[in-house]
Structure formats: structure tokens, C-alpha cells
């Protein structure tokens, strides 16, 4: 399964500007991450010191992000990331290096 850094930022024209609407869309997106915390599809869910935007790391596959962002629309404005953890990356490069300083030697 793979990971993915999601950045997030609120949109600020799609956003009702009375208190009651604007508190509609806030309650059922907040579902929505509680539901994808629980199913273990979000790691970790948080939000910057602006107000505005923060961050959502995922384990899940891409049709699930396509899936979740999608009822986001057009509350908020994304960027995705996939991403591999460092041990494994680690793991990638060092064979990579190796590789490349042993065909050096031939």
C-alpha cells in the first residue's frame, strides 16, 4: 500500500459566509476524517497555525484519495505527494550507490 503527504489548503471562495451554513460542511468533512482515521486509511490528520490549510498523511491506495478528495470539492485545494519511508528508501539508494560504484570499478 502506499503513502501519501496530502497538503491542504481551505478554499476561500467556495466557504458560506453565514455562521449555521458554514458550520454544515464543516461537520460532514469532519466525519469524513474520522471515518478514514478509524478505517486506518489516514495516519496522522493536522492543521497548520494559519486556520486555513494543514496536512493529511495517508496509507491507502490512489483510487481511495481520488475517492475522498473528490467530495472535497470545492471546499479545498490539494496537493498529493507519494512518497516512499526512509528505511526503505534507504534501502533503494544504498543498492542504487552500490551498483554504481561497483560498474565504476569494471
Do not use: C
Amino acid at each position: 500500500m502506499a503513502r501519501y503527504l496530502v497538503l491542504w489548503r481551505r478554499s476561500p471562495t467556495a466557504w458560506p459566509t453565514d455562521s449555521v451554513e458554514y458550520s454544515n460542511p464543516v461537520m460532514k468533512i469532519g466525519q469524513l476524517v474520522d471515518n478514514s482515521i478509524k478505517t486506518g486509511k489516514v495516519i496522522e490528520h493536522g492543521h497548520f497555525l494559519d486556520g486555513t490549510s494543514g496536512y493529511s498523511i495517508w496509507e491507502a491506495e490512489a483510487p481511495d484519495l481520488l475517492r475522498f478528495w473528490s467530495m472535497l470539492v470545492p471546499y479545498y485545494e490539494k496537493e498529493v505527494h507519494e512518497f516512499i519511508p526512509y528505511e526503505k528508501s534507504r534501502e533503494i539508494l544504498g543498492a542504487v550507490f552500490k551498483a554504481q560504484t561497483e560498474t565504476t570499478k569494471k
